[in-house]
């Protein structure tokens, strides 16, 4: 059972376009985080959400937790081929482990 | 700064082989976990520690076995490698229990079983 969905799976864009991933789940969480991993490289965490309708920024990078806590989304403004990577969303239930999405490859292209 | 560090990073195995992934971890972490990653699946938990000498399964513990006999090391073995199980293989540790705390991953362990 797939508890987190991200969309898009694959994103493609040009150097300066605003995107959008998605990450959603019919399941209510603790926490959430998002993490971003390289070729050949272990995933780097990014943020940790963990209050309804909380919204973080990085840089460019925004991500926003769900009012519900049941979704988030990361928002990158003018990517940048260095934004270019995998993006997981995972979340946290209480008495479980950390769950992860299946991720959202990302490529930006100059 | 080592901070976490995995050991073989590639091996090729034939089915039916036995092997053991070492992690090692330098920040004095109570909880260790390994995750396998395959292509579209995103990274699922194998098993955890929350501290030396305990032991849990997450999603996906078939096939594998673990050792925590130090609080620094967490061992992951394959008994009899199958094809299924080629992957690479994350191994992480955190301060705070996942998902309240960071994660730090190594930089993965690619196992091919022909």
């Known amino acids: 059972t797939q508890l987190l969905e991200q969309s898009p799976q694959f994103l493609s864009i040009q150097e300066g376009e605003n995107l959008t991933v998605y990450c959603n789940s019919s399941s209510v969480f603790s926490s959430l985080q998002w993490y971003r991993q390289e070729p050949g490289e272990g995933p780097v965490l990014l943020v940790t959400v963990v209050t309804g309708g909380e919204v973080k920024k990085l840089k460019r990078l925004t991500f926003q937790f769900g009012d519900a806590r049941k979704d988030s989304s990361l928002h990158i403004t003018a990517a940048q081929p260095g934004d270019t990577g995998l993006y997981l969303c995972?979340?946290?239930?209480?008495?479980?482990?950390?769950?992860f999405g299946k991720g959202t490859t990302l490529s930006v292209s100059s | 700064n080592a901070g976490v560090t995995q050991t073989p990073k590639f091996r090729v195995l034939k089915t039916g082989q036995s092997m053991t992934l070492l992690c090692a971890q330098d920040?004095?972490?109570?909880?260790m976990y390994w995750y396998r990653q395959d292509p579209g699946m995103g990274l699922r938990l194998i098993h955890y520690s929350v501290g030396e000498g305990t032991t849990a399964k997450g999603e996906v513990p078939d096939g594998y076995n673990v050792s925590r006999l130090k609080k620094q090391n967490f061992l992951l073995g394959l008994e009899s490698a199958a094809p299924s199980q080629t992957s690479v293989y994350f191994c992480?540790?955190?301060?705070?229990?996942?998902?309240?705390?960071?994660?730090?991953f190594g930089e993965g362990s690619r196992l091919t079983v022909l």
């Open positions: 920040m004095n972490h109570e909880y």
């Open positions: 995972a979340g946290y239930q209480a008495g479980t482990a950390l769950i």
């Open positions: 992480a540790s955190s301060y705070l229990r996942a998902g309240t705390g960071e994660l730090f």
